[in-house]
């Protein structure tokens, strides 16, 4: 599938109950060390419930200039957290379902926009 | 105002964390030589188009290719191009990822370059002075 | 020694660059309609060029990327497209405006009509950009550009009433004879004509063509801090000679014979020679510049190969697009649509289409993942925000002014 | 709360009654300034565009005798002012006056125009011929000829 599909989806928990939209999708790099690269593995997904407008990025790295603007895209994303990718149930066109009982983790990367 | 309450970090991984839409799309793509190629237009994954129950234990989706050409003009403005029409630069290619993402091998040879050659060879390089080095 | 010499040539190419047909005719038209009661704008203008050029030369130096790479990656494709439209037709405006300039140079020059030079001058544009090594093309332009130091020199020569001259550029009132909108409207075309976006877009490309390293850093600054201000005294002696010689005549400035009439009142026909040399040049290398910057966005945003470091060969589709503004330009110019004319709209057109490029390069530059320990001190930020207030405001109050005015007139 | 750049992702229904509300902004802006299109105003216009023209036409003449000026650069300049002259006699014959006063004022500020455009030719048939005939103060006498008419019906038309 195509990332670009995915960025944006609904995501509900398992009541249907709707949490946010898909802001961004976590990757990280510990597959087949044969490539030139290390294989990048869906870790999960960052869900955003208020946009998923997050390509700034503010809600994850410790960014707080140009004040106020850092702090205002900070806040558009209140409430944003990342789900791993054993707690999702389904995946769709039209919605993305996530387990019963799933974990909600903090979405902060470190300082240089590492986690 | 809704307050939230703080989140529990995510577990600690071994490899490094790429978050696509601040590590990897829309970066620009050189080639081995350092040449620009194209800019990561979407990523292809290794998991089916359709709606898919997950079983519990399913391993992760992978990265398998970066995409370019008619799917940025979809991106845009919606829609998806057909999977046959999808210009593919596979993840093996792929030697690294910073602020640019490197490829591990040289640009002539991809697909995704056929725009930049046929106006190179039918066009620019005909016009006398073409291939001159202004260096 | 080398180093010094580099520092010299920086600030006298970027005095000379700093002045475009957008300066010229802006400059030129509010000083002979306000005098000099509009100059405050320039000061403003020009801290603001400073302050963008400065950022968006530390980001290109510090992370290696343009300015329109960096607005796709941070915007996504999305608002990116929106922003490129909107910059690149601007700066298609802009190039349009700056060949037309050239052909009117040459026409005061040689008495044939401007219509016959645009083909000559489109083809000498494309030419140097196909042949002529990137640091030649800017330093030559550059350097001839400041033959229009005459305008300051035939200031001086005018003998104006320097106290009555202060007055009005101290005491910033609307003359009794036009209104407050007018006022406003061209308060803004030539915040616009100074910090025309191309010039950013150039600057940081020009960075990247150049190879330039944290350590060329403190070369670039002292250009920038140096260049811009002195050019900006360029445009206000300018305005100057227009406040002296055209607004007593009641000559509300339309074309760019009348711009040259004070130059020749105050210097004879020495002072003319150079005025028109400095045209030509500051004129040509404004065409240079905004056509590159065309290829430039359209190769950043679609992540082309680009500059002119390269091989044509080696980067075709840049240089493609490159040939297809200048035929655009050409195209429109040959319906006999006035050059001036152009370039009015150009300049608020400019002012419009600002934040959407200083915005993001606002944000990278508090970036360390692509800055790293280089990213805006706290004094670069409150002055950053206080610009960003202040574009937004010029931005949207633009187009609202352009109907109530009927563009000025 | 909606942050100016997000356009990208405003909710739809909002971005839509943003735009009919920006239309009607701009209709109201048009609606402000067609009012003040009146003949008189546009006739007011011409004629200060064109006594600009007039006044540029005659510094550069001036500068032309005074030996500070090139020929070229003169009758560029000559050409510009004949230009914007006929740009505003353009604006003037597109006007379609209702009153008999209008109709009056029109034909005068035309007959003005025509009176300054043969003055503008015949200062640049001075700036080319080498005989002195017509010589550049025949050529400033008709210019200011045509600028003080032009000045008189200033006042006339800034009067009503």
């Not at chain 4, 002259?85 to 597109?94: K, M, Y």
Request: charge should be neutral; glycine fraction near 10%; charged fraction near 15%.
């Amino acid at each position: 599938m195509i990332l670009g599909d995915l960025l944006g989806t609904p995501v509900h928990d398992s009541d249907g109950i709707r949490l946010g939209r898909v802001a961004d999708a976590r990757f990280t790099l510990d597959g087949d060390p044969q490539q030139l690269m290390a294989g990048a593995r869906l870790l999960g997904l960052v869900v955003s419930p208020h946009s998923w407008s997050s390509f700034l990025g503010y809600e994850r790295t410790g960014l707080t200039q140009p004040w106020p603007l850092a702090s205002l895209l900070r806040w558009r994303h209140r409430g944003s957290f990342v789900v791993m990718w054993d707690d999702i149930a389904v995946i769709g066109e039209e919605s993305v379902r996530l387990r019963d009982g799933f974990t909600a983790y903090s979405p902060a990367l470190d300082e240089a926009g590492q986690q | 105002m809704k307050t939230y309450r703080p989140l529990a970090p995510v577990p600690p991984i071994a490899g490094r964390i790429l978050d696509a839409q601040l590590h990897l799309l829309d970066r620009q793509v050189l080639d081995n030589d350092g040449v620009p190629v194209t800019t990561v237009d979407d990523v292809e994954l290794s998991a089916p188009e359709e709606e898919t129950v997950i079983a519990p234990g399913t391993p992760a989706p992978i990265i398998t290719a970066l995409l370019t050409g008619p799917v940025l003009g979809t991106r845009i403005f919606g829609g998806r191009p057909p999977s046959s029409r999808l210009v593919r630069i596979p993840w093996k290619d792929v030697a690294d990822v910073g602020v640019v993402v490197r490829l591990g091998v040289s640009g002539e040879n991809l697909e995704s370059g056929w725009v930049e050659r046929w106006i190179r060879d039918k066009i620019i390089a005909r016009i006398p002075g073409g291939r001159h080095d202004p260096r | 020694m080398k180093r010094v010499l580099g520092v010299a040539l920086g600030i006298l190419t970027a005095i000379g660059g700093f002045v475009d047909i957008g300066d010229l005719v802006t400059n030129a038209v509010v000083g002979s309609r306000f005098g000099l009661s509009l100059v405050w704008v320039v000061g403003v203008g020009v801290l603001g060029i400073c302050l963008f050029a400065n950022m968006s030369g530390r980001v290109a130096a510090a992370s290696g990327r343009a300015t329109f790479e960096v607005i796709r990656e941070r915007l996504g494709p999305r608002a990116g497209l929106v922003n490129l439209s909107g910059s690149f037709l601007i700066n298609l405006m802009t190039v349009t405006a700056e060949i037309g300039g050239i052909a009117l140079a040459l026409q005061l020059a040689s008495s044939v009509h401007y219509l016959m030079w645009i083909p000559v001058a489109a083809v000498a544009v494309w030419l140097v950009i196909w042949r002529v090594k990137f640091s030649i093309m800017e330093n030559v332009t550059g350097l001839l550009g400041l033959t229009l130091i005459v305008f300051a020199v035939a200031l001086f020569l005018l003998k104006p009433d320097w106290g009555a001259l202060a007055g009005q550029a101290l005491a910033a009132a609307v003359p009794a004879e036009e209104t407050a909108s007018s006022y406003w409207y061209y308060a803004i075309a030539l915040f616009g004509a100074a910090m025309t976006p191309y010039e950013v877009f150039f600057f940081s490309s020009g960075a990247v063509e150049e190879g330039w390293s944290i350590k060329d850093l403190i070369q670039s600054r002292i250009d920038v801090l140096v260049g811009f201000p002195l050019g900006g005294l360029l445009s206000v002696a300018i305005a100057g000679c227009a406040a002296v010689v055209l607004l007593p005549a009641g000559i509300a400035v339309t074309s760019l014979s009348q711009i040259i009439l004070p130059v020749a009142e105050g210097a004879g026909k020495v002072g003319l020679a150079f005025v028109l040399v400095g045209l030509v040049a500051a004129t040509f290398g404004a065409a240079l510049e905004t056509t590159l910057s065309s290829g430039y966005t359209l190769a950043q945003f679609f992540g082309w190969s680009w500059g002119k470091f390269r091989r044509p060969a080696q980067a075709a589709r840049f240089h493609l697009a490159m040939i297809i503004c200048l035929l655009i330009g050409m195209a429109v110019l040959a319906t006999g649509v006035d050059p001036v004319l152009i370039t009015e709209y150009s300049v608020v057109f400019s002012a419009i289409a600002l934040p959407l490029t200083y915005l993001p390069i606002l944000i990278v530059a508090n970036d360390p993942q692509y800055m790293g320990e280089h990213v805006n001190g706290r004094p670069v930020n409150v002055l950053g925000m206080v610009y960003l207030v202040i574009i937004l405001v010029a931005s949207l109050a633009a187009i609202p002014l352009m109907i109530v005015t009927g563009a000025g007139s | 709360m909606e942050v100016p750049i997000w356009w990208g992702n405003a909710p739809s229904a909002h971005r839509r009654s943003l735009l009919v509300l920006s239309v009607a902004f701009l209709a109201f802006l048009t609606g402000c300034t067609g009012q003040s299109g009146g003949t008189w105003h546009v006739l007011s216009t011409a004629v200060g565009d064109s006594a600009s023209a007039i006044a540029a036409a005659r510094l550069a003449l001036g500068l032309d005798s005074a030996g500070k000026l090139t020929t070229a650069a003169t009758s560029t300049a000559l050409d510009d002012a004949l230009r914007e002259l006929q740009a505003s006699r353009d604006t003037v014959l597109r006007l379609t006056p209702s009153t008999p006063e209008d109709r009056a004022v029109r034909q005068e500020t035309l007959t003005v125009l025509d009176t300054c455009a043969a003055g503008l030719t015949t200062a640049r048939d001075a700036v080319f011929s080498g005989n002195g005939s017509p010589s550049l103060a025949d050529g400033d006498r008709a210019l200011k000829s045509g600028a003080d008419s032009l000045s008189q019906l200033k006042t006339k038309v800034d009067s009503k």
